[in-house]
């Protein structure tokens, strides 16, 4: 029900899929996105704003961004609220390209198009990530402070913690 029923109100989105209730209603001038699961690709502000392109999100309340919007193509979200929002409020901004989250909670701040590469397996792994680049976080709450880091490599439940805008971390 309602899947993409506002999608590319006003763009040039086309080839986009949608599937469970509100799922794609993002998609503004986006294309080939694929969208399952309750709210996935679903505008915080009722209005489409994603301009992403290329990019799958299979989970409730995945890619749920913004006013900002969703702007990174290759983009990949698995898993509860992956690249949507944090638990706390805090909702994904704009997502740099070729991110992947993989569980609850992965990389929900984004909040940059530089933020790009990173890549987060684990429930809440990368969740304070902003703008960091070229991070893997593996494991729960992996990398889970780091807001600006790049090139990070955090392993393990908790890896990192304490460590925010470190560069070269293992």
């Given at each position: 029900y309602n899947a993409g029923s506002t999608s590319t109100a006003a763009g040039a989105g086309g080839s986009n899929i949608g599937i469970g209730y509100?799922?794609?209603?993002?998609?503004?001038?986006g294309v080939y996105n694929v969208y399952i699961g309750h709210?996935?690709?679903?505008?915080?502000?009722?209005?489409?704003?994603?301009?992403?392109?290329?990019?799958t999100f299979i989970g409730g309340d995945t890619a749920y961004v913004n006013n900002a919007g969703d702007s990174?193509?290759?983009?990949?979200?698995?898993?509860?609220a992956s690249f949507g929002y944090d638990g706390s409020g805090n909702v994904l901004e704009k997502p740099g390209p070729k991110n992947t989250g993989v569980g609850a909670y992965t990389l929900p701040r984004l909040s940059s198009s530089a933020a790009t590469f990173n890549t987060a397996v684990g429930s809440n792994a990368g969740q304070a990530n902003t703008s960091g680049n070229r991070n893997t976080f593996i494991g729960a709450s992996a990398g889970n402070d780091i807001t600006t880091g790049t090139y990070n490599l955090m392993l393990g439940y908790n890896a990192g913690d304490g460590i925010d805008t470190g560069v070269n971390n293992t």
């Open positions: 509100g799922a794609g209603t993002i998609v503004y001038s709210n996935s690709g679903t505008p915080n502000s009722g209005t489409p704003v994603g301009s992403g392109s290329y990019c990174g193509n290759y983009n990949t979200g698995i898993g509860y």
